[in-house]
């Protein structure tokens, strides 16, 4: 799964089976990947919406990913391209 960077000791990674068609842009968090991770989506206004917090992450630094997340949105979404050819958003 690619790992697209890291927020203190979570992991921001892709789930790369996805199916078909794929699903709206999003990432994957938690301390070591794992398909039942916490799932946030990356919104057509380049925003952050928790999808589920599988991982059980405080909210606190939940809140620090989320605003990591946002600050490097463009990077995420180039990425995704890269690997699923497109980018649909979920809002």
């Known amino acids: 799964m690619p790992r697209i960077f ?27 990947q794992s398909p039942n991770a916490t799932k946030i989506w990356i919104t057509s206004t380049r925003k952050c919406f928790l999808c589920n917090n599988n991982s059980k992450i405080p909210p606190v630094q939940l809140g620090i990913i989320m605003r990591a997340l946002e600050a490097r949105v463009d990077d995420i979404i180039e990425m995704w391209k890269k690997i699923f050819g497109e980018v649909r958003f979920y809002c």
Not at 7 to 30: A, D, L, M, Q, R
């Open 6 to 32: 890291k927020v203190g000791s979570y992991i921001i990674y892709f789930w790369v089976n996805k199916g078909n068609p794929t699903e709206p842009i999003h990432v994957h968090v938690s301390r070591v």
